[in-house]
């Protein structure tokens, strides 16, 4: 996805794979506040995702560690039977792994079961946090 062309999505759950490895704004918890922002300016991919009005987080899974393993827990997700790539290029126009997509189409259900089992298997601590909305 180069620029911010528009794309539409089926209706359901997807899972988006980041990273966080900085202090500050780009730390772990500077990066999940911001995604729960309702207002931002516009930086990423995922930006443009989550301040559409049909869009929401039901929850993030994270999880503490010094390297950067966001491709892993990707191709691990997308080797879930039934998951698939909605948008080539989402959120890895910096992916060396050739993921393709960092932005995953899980289906009606929300799948969150097996996508915490993803990083329980990559991570010692593991946090899943439900959103309120």
């Known amino acids: 996805m180069h620029g911010h062309g528009q794309a539409k999505l089926e209706k359901g759950y997807y899972a988006y794979t980041g990273s966080a ?3 500050g704004s780009v730390s772990l918890q500077g990066r999940v506040a911001r995604h729960y922002q309702g207002t931002k300016k516009k930086r ?3 930006d443009y995702l989550l301040t559409h009005k049909k869009a929401g987080i039901i929850a993030t899974v994270a999880a503490s560690s010094n390297d950067n393993r ?4 990707n191709n691990l997700l997308k ?3 039934g998951v698939t790539v909605p948008i080539m290029g989402f959120g890895a126009s910096d992916c060396r792994h050739h993921c393709g997509s960092h932005l995953l189409y899980l289906g009606q259900n929300s799948r969150l079961d097996e ?11 593991v946090h899943l946090q439900l959103c309120c909305s």
């Open 115 to 125: 996508v915490a089992d993803v990083y329980r298997r990559l991570f010692a601590d």
């Open 70 to 73: 966001e491709c892993e827990v």
């Open 44 to 46: 990423w991919h995922i």
């Open 79 to 81: 080797s879930i039977e």
């Open 21 to 23: 490895l900085g202090d």
